[in-house]
Nanobody
Framework: QVQLVESGGGLVQPGGSLRLSCAASGSIFSINVMAWYRQAPGKQRELVAADDSNFRTIYPDSVKGRFTISRDHAKNTVYLQMNSLKPEDTAVYYC???????????????WGQGTQVTVSS
């Protein structure tokens, strides 16, 4: 059983910063990709940042230069440092991992429960 547990969300003023964390636990043989997505009310879930096992990162233009994804491979943990936050960053942020639970299983997709980030004065 694999679990992704997020933490670090909350209320912040425009221009402020937050750091999200997501720890993967359970039966994990290897992790291909860890990523963050977000979903605002009435909108589709969108990719915010991704980090593959080769230290390559991906960001959409909307967060590039403001958000930074990082991983602690030893702890199966991924972080999202969010700076210069804007009201339009308000959303539920979800951790995502593409991983193989065992040596014999192919990569499977897992999601965390989500953490609310609200940017408001």
């Amino acid at each position: 059983q694999v679990q992704l547990v997020e933490s670090g969300g909350g209320l912040v003023q425009p221009g402020g910063s937050l750091r999200l964390s997501c720890a993967a636990s359970g039966s994990i043989f290897s992790i291909n990709v860890m990523a963050w997505y977000r979903q605002a009310p009435g909108k589709q879930r969108e990719l915010v940042a991704a980090d593959d096992s080769n230290f390559r990162t991906i960001y959409p233009d909307s967060v590039k230069g403001r958000f930074t994804i990082s991983r602690d491979h030893a702890k199966n943990t991924v972080y999202l440092q969010m700076n210069s936050l804007k009201p339009e960053d308000t959303a539920v942020y979800y951790c995502n991992a593409l991983l193989s639970p065992t040596r014999y299983s192919g990569p499977q997709n897992y999601w965390g429960q989500g953490t609310q980030v609200t940017v408001s004065s």
